[in-house]
């Protein structure tokens, strides 16, 4: 039976492309105004659209430093509006991340704002990050996602998550750590490397793809040189830093990497 992940995409290996929304009003790199921010936003989903990609995200990763495990009503509802309009823009399954660790903020937006699954941290087990400890949250998550009749929006997990310490669980490795979040009900999980940018282990994707009936997701580090070496095994794509200008993460995306970022995807397709 297909997972729930796959009954979102077209493609059997789905391509993410991440929109890193300008820093927020209220946040201290803060400097455009919402509709500036929106249009931003907007102008990258139809790019990547346009390039082809099978899904998009939203994260507000221009908004360090970072609260933690929480944001205020400021924050949901500016990514409510931007994640609305991507979403119309795009017209392509599309997620959601509020850092750090705002789970449940990001719950409310994406049911707000007709959109498809959330990216979690903090789902099963806990961590330090750097800004500090990061809970677990799968119970509490999972009854707001009910509460509030958001069911169909999926919730992906990171595991062993990247800026962080897992000194507090160094006896547990990444697939038990996986698994973990199938037993806690999670959709899909997501591998990175260390930080962002970073590639994942291969050793890592493998023994999450041991451990764990989920799809596993890449979520960091990949770019056109490096997918066929995970192609086989991952079963989708988080990219964000390989899109853009120069490969760093805060720059404005190029649609040339894309383009030969998804050339690259198309000759590996079974």
């Known amino acids: ?13 789905p391509v993410i492309g ?10 201290p790199a803060s400097k455009l105004s919402l509709t500036e921010i929106e249009r931003l936003a907007v102008r990258e989903a139809k790019l990547l659209r ?32 931007i994640g609305r309009a991507v979403k119309e823009t795009a017209k392509l399954p599309c ?8 789970n449940l903020e990001a719950m409310a937006v994406a049911h707000a704002a007709g959109l498809d699954f959330i990216r979690a941290e903090g789902f099963a087990f806990a961590h330090v990050a750097d800004e500090g400890f990061i809970q677990s949250s799968a119970a509490e998550l999972l009854r ?33 750590t996986a698994h973990a979040v199938e ?3 999670g959709d899909a999980v997501i591998v990175t490397g260390m930080v962002t940018g970073d590639a994942p282990q291969q050793s890592d994707l493998l023994a999450v793809k041991k451990k764990t009936r989920l799809p596993a997701y890449l979520g960091s580090g990949v770019t056109a040189a490096n997918l066929d ?42």
């Not at 009749?149 to 990171?158: F, P, S």
């Open 1 to 13: 039976m297909p997972s729930m992940p796959d009954k979102l995409f077209a493609s059997p290996k």
């Open 18 to 27: 991440m929109i890193h929304i300008a820093a927020l009003p209220g946040t």
């Open 50 to 81: 346009e390039a082809g990609v099978h899904g998009v995200m939203i994260e507000n990763m221009h908004d360090t430093p970072y609260l933690r495990g929480r944001v205020g009503p400021e924050i949901v509802a500016a990514m409510a509006i």
């Open 95 to 102: 997620g959601v991340q509020i850092l750090a660790g705002a």
């Open 144 to 176: 707001f996602r009910r509460s509030i009749g958001a069911d169909g929006v999926q919730v992906w997990t990171d595991v062993k998550k990247k800026h962080s310490s897992h000194a507090i669980t160094a006896d547990v490795d990444i697939g038990e």
């Open 183 to 185: 037993f806690m009900r």
């Open 229 to 270: 070496k995970y192609f086989a095994v991952a079963d989708g794509f988080i990219v964000g830093s390989e899109f853009k200008q120069g490969g760093h993460w805060a720059n404005p995306i190029d649609a040339k990497r894309v383009e030969r970022f998804l050339a690259a995807h198309r000759r590996l397709k079974p």
